[in-house]
């Protein structure tokens, strides 16, 4: 047997591929992204980043109902956007098997809110599986196909980040594939018309009391019976947590948390004298607990916000015995745009312009911060331009700020379009900036329709942005090249004072892929009067020490910026 | 064992923790590692938690409870210093990374003398060892992580063979030669000096 050390994603990539999965797709996004570029460098199986999450999962619903099992990965928010098709596809069920996973992110670590998506299990009526770690993950891929099959239903899987990023042994299988079953028409099924998708939902009670009776006696849902004071009722990482501080307590670990098993819940119970439910974020087993009437120790003790971790398990449920507190007053580390980051030339161009400029999501969300403050906003995917859009129908000719939106190229594919295409048909004054790098920066450069590569790094169309955008009727589409400021800076202004619709394609590759650009610059001791101009760059390599500006030269990328903006020609 | 990997993204913590993990699971132990990030490290804070026993269960380490701390970087290590345990070692690097808000002047340095003083007060067993100085003498600033595991491996309980295997598994072939001098160095710059055995 061939054991490795895998993290949870990897895991699951392994599982799928072990478990005969042949169509993957997904929308890269932390922490999920590792799932589909791991399963990607496995044969046999078909895999694509989507435009979208929604893409993604009526991807994967389609090749499932084509007869082979396949699997849609997305972070916890991504599945706000599958949401449409998810809750069809609980009344269409399957042919072959769909995994979908949800990988949530507890404690923001990168994301813009903290979610708990077994909820969409309750609310979407679909079983929903949750590892506490990579060996369980693998498994639990595997075990939710065979689920999916016997109860014609998609199985959600979620994992947190704690299961996604962190890495334990994993023992490893070979690949068991499935012969496909090819496409059969099953209209009644698959065409959700009411008439049809009224008999549907009646199937999906019934398959729902079916997973609820395989809920009660599955291996997934376990007893480990030790000292009976003190009963734990867990899933996910949480268990680990949980035994970590509760070596002798009693516990009923939960794999399969959706639907509730309602009887092994009040057996064990039974047996216990303190009951305790230890849960990352929201009570969603809590509440099913309490709806059994009765009443463990939960939430009123355990955060509601933020990872857990067995610190916090401890002091809620202990009582704080020796209490370490961290050092204060350590200068925060946030992350930053790196050295030579084209951003960096465009939120220059937009410092001390009077405008409202609603953001989205990507590295250049951190344009937000200091020093360029270039953002009022940030919501969701693609909610820049619909953002600005709004603002823009609410203030009229009351206030006379022009109206701007950053979008990146891959979000702007995700779901940038159809708010461009909004601002045209509704005729508002919307200045869309898409800060086209060429990839998807944020979460480890991954291809989309603007680059030329697939996931599985095929040769494919590139979808032209400029052309793009006046096809969707903008007629004021302008490229620029961040890089050159006071050129950036001119047509930014220009379009403004135009006060027509416009977008502005502010196009230079990522520095990470680009690299060394030239010529690593420095300052001139002599001629630098230390007056922090090119700080106000924001670029890491540039700091400032004993009244002079410094370049560090092992960051410095070249990129030449902050040449134009020294007064003094002090840095070449 | 419990030891905790603290830096700045991009010097290599990651893989510094990848090797570790896979010592211990070449000694046939249980193992679980966990990267504690945000935002795909763009120049942020990087922490990783590595966990090796009979049997592990949480894949975080419990403030106060770490045998060992390795940071790469003095503001780091003293941001994780509460993770150390009363007995714990503390081996840092007396690199200084300040983070952008500070190099721009928006937030007020922090001067040398205090972070010593302050590192010290709160790691009885502490060493500090110059691992990218000497990185850079070899070379290449990137093999600072793998001087760092030469300067542990001292206190660690797998072979020196294991280490070799290792590094020739996950390093590019390119770079295993320097790796190998990197971890030589690093054992003979901590063997100079070597703290009291608890
Ligand atoms: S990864 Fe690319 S886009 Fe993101 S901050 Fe760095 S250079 Fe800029
Ligand atoms: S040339 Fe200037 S702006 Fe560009 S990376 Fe170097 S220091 Fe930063």
């Not at chain 1, 169509?23 to 496995?42: C, D, F, H, M, W």
């Not at chain 1, 009526?58 to 499932?64: I, K, N, P, R, S």
């Not at chain 1, 999916?148 to 994992?159: A, C, K, T």
């Amino acid at each position: 047997m061939n054991k490795q050390l895998l993290s949870g994603d990897e895991a699951v990539a392994r599982g799928a591929w072990e478990a005969g999965c042949e169509v993957a797709a997904a929308y890269p996004g932390t922490p999920s992204t590792e799932i589909l570029e791991n399963l990607a460098t496995y044969p046999d199986v078909y895999c694509e980043w989507s435009v979208n999450e929604k893409v993604a999962l009526e991807v994967a619903l389609g090749a499932c109902l084509a007869g082979v099992r396949s699997l849609a990965a997305m972070k916890h928010v991504g599945l706000n956007v599958a949401a449409d098709p998810l809750f069809s596809a609980a009344y269409i069920g399957v042919r072959a098997g769909l995994v979908i996973v949800t990988a949530d992110d507890p404690g923001l670590h990168s994301s813009q809110n903290e979610q708990d998506n077994r909820f969409y299990g309750l609310f979407a009526k679909l079983p929903v599986l949750c590892p506490s770690d990579s060996q369980e993950a693998k498994d639990f891929v595997k075990i939710g196909f065979e689920i999916s099959e016997e109860f014609d239903i998609p199985v959600l899987l979620r994992l947190t980040t704690r299961v996604a990023h962190s890495s334990s042994v994993v023992t490893l299988n070979e690949r068991a594939p499935k012969p496909p079953q090819g496409y059969e028409k099953q209209l009644q099924k698959t065409t959700l018309l009411p008439a049809f998708a009224r008999v549907r939902h009646i199937d999906l009670e019934n398959r729902l009391d079916r997973l609820k009776a395989y809920s009660e006696n599955t291996p997934l849902n376990r007893w480990e019976l030790n000292n009976t004071d003190i009963g734990i009722i867990c899933d996910g990482v949480a268990y680990q947590y949980a035994r970590e501080v509760f070596p002798d307590a009693s516990f009923l670990k939960l794999g399969m948390v959706y639907p509730f098993p309602e009887e092994m819940v009040r057996n064990f119970a039974e047996r216990i004298k303190e009951l305790i439910v230890v849960e990352e974020v929201d009570p969603f087993i809590e509440l099913q607990i309490r709806a059994l009437g009765l009443k463990p120790i939960g939430k009123d003790r355990l955060p509601r916000t933020g990872e857990l971790n067995p610190r916090i398990v401890r002091e809620s449920l202990l009582g704080s015995t020796t209490k370490v507190t961290p050092e204060p007053n350590i200068p925060n580390r946030p992350p930053a745009l790196c050295p030579g980051c084209p951003h960096l030339g465009l939120f220059y161009s937009l410092q001390k312009q009077k405008v409202i400029i609603a953001g989205d999501i990507g590295c250049y969300t951190l344009g937000a911060l200091p020093p360029h403050s270039a953002m009022d906003t940030c919501i969701d995917m693609g909610a820049s331009i619909t953002f600005a859009h709004g603002a823009d129908k609410a203030l009229s000719a009351n206030d006379p700020r022009p109206r701007l939106a950053v979008i990146g190229d891959s979000t702007f594919f995700h779901s940038g379009i159809t708010g461009l295409i909004n601002t045209v048909y509704n005729q508002s004054n919307v200045i869309t900036i898409i800060t086209d790098n060429r990839t998807t920066g944020m979460t480890g450069h991954q291809n989309h329709p603007g680059t030329g590569k697939t996931l599985m790094d095929k040769e494919t169309k590139v979808i032209d942005l400029e052309k793009l955008c006046r096809a969707c009727g903008v007629e004021n589409v302008i490229k620029v090249d961040p890089y050159r400021l006071q050129e950036t800076k001119k047509t930014i202004r220009k379009v403004i004072a135009e006060k027509k619709p416009a977008v502005i394609i502010s196009q230079r590759q990522c520095a990470l892929l680009a690299g060394k650009q030239g010529r690593t610059k420095k300052v001139d001791p002599e001629k630098c009067i230390g007056c922090k101009s090119c700080l106000a760059l924001g670029c890491p390599a540039l700091s400032y020490a004993n009244e002079k500006a410094v370049i560090i030269e092992t960051s410095c990328s070249g990129c030449g910026m902050c040449v134009e903006i020294c007064p003094k020609e002090a840095i070449g | 064992m419990n030891l905790l990997v603290c830096g700045v993204g991009g010097q290599g913590v990651l893989l510094f923790s990848d090797i570790l993990a896979r010592l211990a699971m070449a000694a046939g132990l249980d193992v679980k590692k966990s990267e504690v990030h945000g935002m795909a490290q763009r120049g942020g804070s990087v922490t990783s938690h590595i966990r090796w026993s009979k049997k592990v269960y949480s894949p975080l380490i419990e403030e106060g409870t770490a045998d060992i701390i390795v940071a790469f970087e003095q503001l780091e290590a003293l941001r994780y210093i509460h993770f150390l345990s009363t007995a714990g070692l503390l081996i840092y690097d007396p690199l200084r990374i300040d983070p952008l808000p500070v190099q721009i002047g928006l937030v007020e340095k922090m001067p040398d003398e205090v972070l010593q003083e302050r590192i010290a007060a709160r790691a009885a067993l502490n060493r500090a060892i110059p691992a990218f100085a000497a990185a850079c003498d070899l070379g290449n600033p990137r093999v600072q992580n793998t001087v760092m595991l030469g300067a542990i491996s001292h206190f660690l309980e797998f072979p020196l063979s294991f280490y070799e295997q290792v590094i020739n598994q996950l390093v590019k072939p390119q770079f295993v030669e320097i790796n190998l001098k990197a971890f030589a160095t690093g054992r003979a710059l901590l063997k100079e000096n070597l703290p009291a055995k608890k």
